[in-house]
């Protein structure tokens, strides 16, 4: 069994920073990649960001520039560091995790982010 617990949600105004984290336990033999989704009220759950276990990283165009992802592989904790926030960046975050041969996922994290 795979637990993810995501920590570092908070009130934030808008152009300051957050930084969230990720932490994978459990019987974890392979890690694939490690994405964070968002979903804000009203909204439906979208796509923020990927790194691989290789390090390569992929952004939702909305983030690009201003979000950066990191991984840990020796803690199997993925980072998401948010930089110029701005209102519409208010949602729960969400990680998850492919670690064969299910993708798991974690309880989120809100961050608001006031004008």
């Known amino acids: 069994q795979v637990q993810l617990v995501e920590s570092g949600g908070g009130l934030v105004q808008a152009g300051g920073s957050l930084r969230l984290s990720c932490a994978a336990s459990?019987?974890?033999?392979?890690?694939?990649?490690m994405d964070w989704h968002r979903q804000a009220p009203g909204k439906q759950r979208e796509f923020v960001g990927r790194?691989?276990?290789?390090?390569?990283?992929y952004y939702a165009d909305t983030v690009k520039g201003r979000f950066t992802i990191s991984l840990d592989n020796a803690k199997n904790t993925v980072y998401l560091q948010m930089n110029s926030l701005k209102p519409e960046d208010t949602a729960v975050y969400y990680c998850?995790?492919?670690?064969?041969?299910?993708?798991?996922w974690g309880q989120g994290t809100r961050v608001t982010v006031s004008s």
């Open positions: 998850n995790a492919d670690i064969p041969p299910n993708v798991h």
């Open positions: 790194i691989t276990s290789g390090g390569n990283t």
């Open positions: 459990g019987r974890i033999f392979r890690l694939n990649a």
